[in-house]
């Protein structure tokens, strides 16, 4: 058997400069740390691939194009809520590009052949802002082009509850109905200081913008619905026309956890990251 032993040939060489030390054995008095649990933690995740449909006329120029995204929602710990969210996903793209079929026609009624035509389009994306074991949040916009100087354009977000796969209202994630108020005057706080930054000589935004704002305050008003959350803080935002001139732009104002203490229900702030 000796002999045997000696003529053994392992399977794959070791190259010397691959080999590693033995580790040393813990002296008495000494212990080994236990492995992290870290790898126990199952990974939320999102999945976005991008789509394009496009319409090309006889001579094959490109008339129209529609891009989107298909979202996909991975929860290890609830595949039905993942779904859910999928599903969701899914019908929110739609619902954001509901006047594709009518462009689609406007496009193949206008195109009359010249060479300078711009393809009339639709694009919906969203950006994953916050993804982890209690919330998804999505932020996006949606565009759409139909001749003209500028295309037009509208922001949306949705976000989800993980473990349910629910639609977050705000109601939903504010320690109480009284808060509101609160955020209302933090975001008009921000409003304020981004003024002041792009003009400090005079309001960028349009008459009346209180009113509009406050619109989005009003939980029982769709506009409530016009936030996200990131990794960050809580965000509030208005599309381009809503409370200023095109040429201001979209208008997103974030208020940081930490001064959504008392406002924000504790299981809504992020946890630390472990992994």
């Not at 053994?8 to 070791?14: D, M, W």
């Not at 496009?54 to 929860?75: H, K, L, N, P």
């Not at 195109?111 to 074991?133: E, I, K, L, M």
Request: hydrophobic share 35%.
């Amino acid at each position: 058997s000796t002999e045997d032993s000696a003529t053994q040939v392992p399977e794959k060489a070791t190259d010397p400069a691959e080999t590693t030390a033995p580790s040393e054995a813990p002296s008495e008095g000494e212990t080994t740390p236990p492995p992290t649990e870290a790898q126990d933690i199952p990974l939320v995740a999102v999945s976005l691939i991008p789509m394009l449909e496009e319409e090309q006329s006889e001579d094959g120029t490109s008339i129209f194009r529609y891009q989107y995204q298909t979202v996909t929602a991975i929860v290890p710990d609830a595949p039905d809520a993942g779904e859910k969210i999928t599903q969701t996903m899914e019908e929110r793209g739609k619902e954001a590009a509901g006047s594709v079929e009518e462009m689609l026609n406007w496009a193949k009624q206008d195109y009359s052949g010249n060479s300078s035509w711009v393809p009339y389009s639709c694009q919906v994306t969203f950006v994953p802002a916050r993804v982890d074991t209690t919330t998804i949040s999505f932020s996006g916009a949606a565009w759409s082009f139909s001749g003209g100087v500028h295309p037009n354009g509208t922001l949306i977000s949705c976000s989800f509850d993980t473990a349910s796969g629910d639609i977050l209202t705000l109601s939903d994630v504010l320690t109480h109905a009284d808060v509101v108020e609160a955020l209302y005057l933090k975001v008009m706080d921000g409003l304020e200081r981004r003024s002041q930054e792009l003009d400090p000589d005079q309001s960028v935004w349009n008459d009346g913008y209180e009113d509009i704002v406050r619109e989005h305050f009003n939980l029982e008003h769709v506009s409530s619905a016009c936030w996200y959350f990131s990794d960050t803080g809580m965000h509030f935002y208005f599309s381009p026309y809503e409370i200023a001139p095109y040429v201001v732009g979209e208008v997103d104002i974030e208020i940081s956890y930490a001064e959504l203490q008392g406002i924000l229900k504790e299981e809504y702030m992020p946890e630390a990251t472990t992994y």
